[in-house]
């Protein structure tokens, strides 16, 4: 378990490139196994959970090809279908919860999908109904044997197009039953379709892999099924999750940062929400200026004047994956918030460590917190603490830079899931962080 030293304090200034976006780069690497052609992706993150999918491709037989950083092409064209049974895909795959993806693109190709009950954040029941009951309409056999928490779908004689309301608009579920539903004869509608950008750029790459997909965009998805994809060359988006990571830690660290190439116009509220909390955030071209906030920051209130409310809801609604850092940001500013998680019922109780560094929060029930700020009238006190899941050990670290003395970090490996290269880009920015 690695742990990281931070001297709090210290102001930070400069500029920062976000990396390749983490839930797409997930999304896109499964959609490799498609094809028997070479797929090119350029700015894939070096981080944990990625790196980990690309270890289970290989073993899948993918061969992989590195060009230079974050650019690899991967070609799926001679498979070992058998390590799908092994013992060490039974530990891999459980690892991290973008690994559920390959299902969907290996049952339209081959007629069989497998997965161990996948891994990822521990933050409140992770259902996969949504992925199961999608391949079920599209005619494929279920199965699941509980004592080793394996899954399997089936459908020898090829998936066969339909339509289907989605019970949620889950993420990896509706990826999952795109790249299962361009293989299957006939057409398909996905109605309640998540819609986050990620969907959106696999839906691209498929169709420049040949697929036939209309309502790109949207939560209503018409899929062609078609028998023939090719290799293509797919760019990732910048991570949306990574870009709110820096405006909160530049606001609370009092720090000028500029965060180069955005793609602001696949921000969505992002930037609207961060100015509810009253964080100047400043277009320049494709790039974020977040002005040192030497006054700092002062919630906004409804027009009714009550209080104000930040809540997550499925895209274009407030990603769920900014609302612990949202939170630690808001332990500053001046006046109060309630934060409401709506989607995860484990994602707020790391608010107990920010409580024992002075923060001033209540945790009204496991869905819902209130937070006073302290307007930098009292700094938050360095402590020790274990990071719980990736977003809440950012939002520690957040709290760690601005805290008066020297915090430590536990379980950073949850950081890391997520994050290139965290402590040695904060060191570039001024900050004093070491890894033990
Ligand atoms: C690898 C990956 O891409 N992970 C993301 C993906 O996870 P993932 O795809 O696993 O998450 P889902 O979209 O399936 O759902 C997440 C949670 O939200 C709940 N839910 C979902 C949809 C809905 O309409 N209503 C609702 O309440 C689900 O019950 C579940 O508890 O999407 C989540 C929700 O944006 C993000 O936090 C994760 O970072
Ligand atoms: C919840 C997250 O990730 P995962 O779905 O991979 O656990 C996240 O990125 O915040």
Redesign the pocket.
């Known amino acids: 378990m690695a742990t990281f030293q931070i001297e709090g304090g210290q102001k930070l200034k400069g500029e920062i490139q976000p990396q390749g976006a983490?839930?797409e780069a997930?999304?896109v690497l499964c959609a490799v196994l498609l094809t028997s052609e070479e797929v090119r992706i350029d700015n894939i993150p070096n981080i944990r959970d990625v790196n980990k999918l690309i270890d289970i491709l290989e073993n899948l037989g993918v061969k992989i090809k590195k060009l230079g950083h974050g650019s690899y092409t991967f070609q799926g064209d001679d498979l070992n279908l058998e390590y799908l049974e092994s013992k060490l895909f039974k530990e891999e795959g459980s690892s991290l919860?973008?690994s559920i993806m390959i299902v969907g693109p290996l049952l339209g190709r081959f007629g069989k999908g497998y997965i161990p009950r996948p891994g990822?954040d521990k933050i409140?029941?992770?259902?996969l109904d949504?992925h199961f009951e999608g391949f079920i309409k599209l005619g494929a056999k279920f199965r699941y044997n509980k004592e080793e928490r394996f899954y399997g779908v089936e459908a020898p004689k090829g998936l066969k197009g339909t339509y289907m309301l989605l019970e949620?608009?889950?993420?990896?579920?509706t990826a999952n039953i795109i790249m299962a539903a361009v293989q299957a004869k006939g057409t398909t509608t996905i109605y309640n379709a998540?819609c986050?950008p990620?969907i959106q750029q696999l839906c691209k790459m498929l169709v420049a892999m040949g697929a036939k997909i209309s309502g790109i965009g949207s939560n209503l998805l018409t899929i062609e099924g078609v028998k023939e994809f090719h290799g293509c060359h797919h760019n990732i988006l910048p991570d949306m999750i990574e870009i709110g990571s820096w405006i909160g830690l530049a606001a609370m660290t009092k720090s000028e940062i500029t965060i180069k190439n955005v793609s602001w116009d696949n921000l969505g509220l992002i930037p609207v929400t961060f100015r509810k909390l009253g964080i100047t955030i400043e277009q320049k071209g494709d790039d974020i200026h977040i002005p040192a906030h030497t006054k700092g920051y002062e919630v906004q209130s409804f027009i009714d004047g009550s209080i104000m409310n930040i809540s997550d809801a499925?895209w274009p609604g407030f990603?769920?994956?900014l609302l612990s850092i949202m939170l630690v940001v808001a332990t500053q500013a001046r006046g109060s918030v309630l934060i409401h998680q709506?989607?995860?019922e484990s994602r707020l109780f790391f608010v107990d460590k920010l409580i024992d560094m002075g923060a001033k929060i209540i945790l009204c029930d496991p869905h819902r917190a209130t937070i006073i700020g302290h307007d930098f009238q009292s700094k938050l006190k360095a402590t020790t603490m274990t990071s719980p899941d990736i977003r809440a050990g950012i939002s520690l670290l957040i709290a760690a830079l601005s805290a008066k003395g020297t915090s430590t970090i536990h379980n950073i490996e949850q950081i890391d899931r997520g994050y290139e290269n965290i402590d040695g880009r904060l060191r570039a920015l001024g900050a004093k962080i070491t890894r033990i």
């Open positions: 983490k839930n997930l999304q919860r973008g990822g409140g029941r992770r259902r949504t949620e608009a889950s993420v990896t579920g998540a986050e990620y499925p990603t769920p994956d709506k989607m995860f």
